[in-house]
């Protein structure tokens, strides 16, 4: 197995940065969650399991966050797909593609200020509609951060994945050669409606799946946007866990490591799932 | 057709503008005092948060440079030994098995990650301080210089390995005189990307650093916190910089190398 | 024999890739080894070059064994199906290669690569890159990569399979000239039944990790399995 000096090494380091804290994060939080370490623990129990259960908070924080996921992420593939389809010439050079790549310089926290700023009570596009004279006071401007549709989440979230979005399908579009599809659909008589919706959509959807579900995976586990542009209640998955450990709740702190000993085992199963069904792997 | 030709165009502005708009936000901000409900414009433009922030005891200064130095440490750390494992997972019998364990720490919430992963960091005396946030940043880093490397070690570069081995040249040899230059603008597109990784985190460096280690992103959040806008902006606009000079950077070698 | 074989095996997981080779080969001579893809020709030539290792079985070059040989210090040149021009590197560096690892002065350098162009027309293309030059031209120049550190033997893998009909044909009228010119002790593997029997001073056939070869011409070209009979008697009945 190791023949060379660099084969340990190599192993060493996958292991130490990889594999060791993956092990020791989850083994930790597992116990903790049974009770069988921590400053309370009294051995092993379910308490703190059906304790979290006791309400629905911890199913409605993870439903939550997948419909977070979800709403961003149509709307991204949705936009991005149409810049591929109807610009990709006018994205793939010039100044257009310099400036879809504007969001990939800002971080999350960046982006939800900003957002926050944009968007609220008394920010840039409720100062616009009182000067255009669409509304009379600053109440009356509706609540898009902090909402109860998380509008600002996936407004903000929306604008992050964009870019990335944006660059998969203008390149898909090329390699996946969509262009000399339309012509020949269109020369089988196809009009372009049906050669949008039958041919390229259905080709850049199936090329993208993994990517799609990728992205999902990491969005599930957000944490900036929300923290700043979300309620208090319903939270996602992060802000919950943070909250549950982080807060000086003793009793809290069990709950907490196994509300991410579920969010571990979700992320993980979803992801052996896309790894084996993607044959290629997935590119970054 | 000119009617559908004009509403492109409309849309194609909005996009421009939807790009653009924040970073010119944040950059008035910046520079901006007083800015009351309704007026669009700040009433009062200013260099004095600047000053304020980098002469007059602000701090923003010494967090910039935190975060250069973590950022610059993940880049290198994360960039060298992913390059170095990577060709061992590419090579392996059981590459599918243990890319796939690259995976999961990268795909997991650094957030909670960091969370489950505190105790030991206490244990270790790794919390609070730069060499803490530089460990716990390279667990995300490292696994994603790994799997960014994997797709390099293909058959054609095992060719290479092998042709310079029959041509009487060692294992290091080829890696100094062929691998490194074929992989040169890949070593530089991963390094910024694990910069980027490290200099837009605030989850978990957080938890890691208990706030003590003020980097960038913490600073905005306290500024945040704190409902001081303008110092908030100007950190953003800090954050933001070196990213935009990067991915100019960045995409115009990606741009050289298609051709 | 300069070149011997002995009972060669190897296993890849369950599938037997070569089943118990021997083989022996003069110096100066070129073996052709036809077979059809997937027969174990490109494993029996990595295993000669050392790059891949045998299960059992011996390889003796000039009546040493060099079976546990690093393939770096065997001297012997594998050249692989494509040209594999090193792509950081011009012509010239790609020819100097060998010698530069040897760390030969530069001007012994300069003035070897500079015959090696010479003798493969190579002179104007000196300071191009590999992605400036054809496909023959790249050829070329692995060719003389190959030459210049004057290995006692080359192992060729299906050589000119990349190239269109007619520089194939120029291709192997040149080995022909640089193989005698330069008395080359070679390998020569391939699929075509033309170029097995136009390269090789002897000729042999590999089929299912099986090898075979043939006392001369004739009784290759009398086999049954070879294709050579069929090949005849299709031109025949046209």
């Given at each position: 197995m190791f023949k060379k000096p660099i084969n340990i090494i190599s192993f060493l380091l996958l292991f130490v940065f990889a594999i060791l804290p993956l092990v020791l994060g989850f083994g930790f939080a597992v116990a903790y969650s049974f009770g069988l370490i921590g400053v309370l623990n009294q051995g092993f129990t379910l308490d703190n399991w059906s304790a979290l259960f006791e309400n629905n908070d911890v199913v409605i924080s993870f439903l939550y966050s997948g419909w977070l996921a979800i709403a961003s992420l149509t709307l991204s593939v949705v936009i991005s797909m149409a810049i591929a389809i109807f610009f990709h010439k006018k994205f793939s050079k010039g100044i257009y593609s310099y400036l879809v790549y504007m969001p990939l310089a800002f971080p999350s926290i960046v982006a939800a200020f900003f957002f926050a700023q944009f968007l609220g009570n008394s920010g840039i596009l409720s100062r616009i509609c009182y000067q255009l004279g669409i509304i009379d006071n600053i109440q009356s401007f509706p609540n898009l951060v902090n909402d109860q549709y998380s509008f600002g989440i996936i407004v903000a979230q929306f604008f992050l994945s964009l870019p990335f979005f944006t660059l998969l399908y203008t390149g898909l579009y090329q390699t996946e050669r969509i262009d000399d599809y339309t012509q020949l659909a269109n020369s089988l008589g196809a009009k372009n409606r049906q050669s949008i919706f039958r041919i390229s959509i259905p080709i850049l959807l199936k090329k993208s799946f993994p990517n799609i579900v990728m992205y999902f995976i990491f969005k599930i586990g957000a944490y900036e946007v929300p923290l700043l542009l979300g309620r208090s209640s319903p939270e996602t998955v992060s802000v919950l866990a943070v909250r549950k450990l982080q807060k000086f709740n003793l009793y809290d702190i069990p709950q907490g490591y196994a509300v991410a000993v579920i969010y571990t085992i979700i992320i993980l199963s979803l992801l052996m799932l896309v790894l084996k069904t993607n044959k290629n792997e997935y590119d970054i | 057709m000119s009617t559908t030709f004009k509403k492109r165009n409309i849309l194609l502005w909005l996009l421009a503008i939807s790009f653009i708009t924040p970073i010119i936000t944040l950059f008035f901000l910046s520079f901006s005092k007083n800015w009351r409900f309704p007026a669009i414009l700040p009433q009062q433009f200013t260099l004095d948060n600047w000053s304020y922030l980098f002469f007059?005891?602000?701090?923003i200064a010494p967090s910039f440079l935190i975060s250069l130095v973590i950022a610059l440490s993940v880049a290198l750390f994360a960039t060298l030994l992913g390059f170095i494992t990577s060709k061992y997972i590419a090579y392996h019998k059981y590459r599918k098995k243990l890319l796939m364990l690259t995976y999961f720490p990268f795909a997991l919430s650094p957030v909670i990650f960091a969370l489950c992963l505190k105790y030991y960091f206490i244990k270790m005396s790794l919390t609070g301080n730069v060499q803490g946030i530089i460990l716990a940043q390279l667990i995300i880093a490292f696994p994603y210089s790994v799997i960014f490397f994997t797709g390099f070690w293909n058959q054609r570069i095992k060719q290479y390995e092998d042709l310079v081995s029959t041509l009487g040249g060692t294992t290091s040899y080829a890696f100094r005189k062929i691998v490194m230059p074929i992989a040169k603008s890949l070593i530089l597109v991963c390094f910024f990307q694990c910069f980027l990784i490290s200099w837009f985190e605030f989850g978990l460096t957080s938890i890691i650093g208990y706030?003590?280690?003020?980097t960038l992103t913490i600073k905005v959040y306290q500024f945040i916190t704190e409902a001081n806008i303008f110092y908030a902006a100007l950190s953003c606009c800090l954050l933001i910089l070196p990213p935009v000079i990067l991915l100019w950077f960045n995409k115009k070698f990606i741009i050289q190398q298609a051709k | 024999m300069f070149l011997e074989i002995n009972h060669i095996k190897k296993k890849y997981k369950d599938k037997l890739v070569i089943q118990d080779v021997s083989f022996g080969l003069e110096a100066h001579q070129t073996l052709s080894i036809l077979g059809k893809s997937g027969c174990g020709k490109s494993t029996l030539l990595k295993i000669i070059a050392g790059i891949e290792e045998q299960d059992n079985g011996d390889v003796f070059l000039n009546q040493k064994n060099i079976s546990n040989t690093k393939s770096n210090e065997r001297n012997i040149v594998y050249l692989f199906q494509e040209p594999l021009l090193f792509p950081n590197l011009n012509v010239f560096e790609n020819i100097a290669f060998g010698l530069r690892i040897r760390k030969l002065a530069y001007a012994d350098v300069v003035k070897k690569v500079e015959e090696m162009l010479e003798n493969l027309e190579l002179k104007d293309h000196a300071k191009k890159m590999p992605h400036q030059i054809s496909g023959g031209q790249k050829q070329r120049v692995a060719f003389g990569r190959a030459l210049i550190i004057n290995p006692p033997l080359i192992l060729l893998d299906e050589p000119f399979s990349s190239l269109d009909v007619e520089t194939r044909a120029t291709m192997q009228q040149l080995y022909k000239t640089i193989a005698e010119k330069f008395d080359i002790t070679a390998l020569f593997v391939t699929h075509d039944l033309k170029e097995a029997l136009l390269m090789g001073d002897k000729i042999s056939y590999m089929d299912k990790g099986l090898l075979e070869i043939f006392d001369s011409k004739k009784d290759f070209i009398e086999a049954d399995k070879t294709g050579v009979k069929s090949e005849i008697e299709f031109w025949n009945n046209f």
């Open positions: - | 007059s005891g602000g701090n706030g003590k280690v003020e | -």
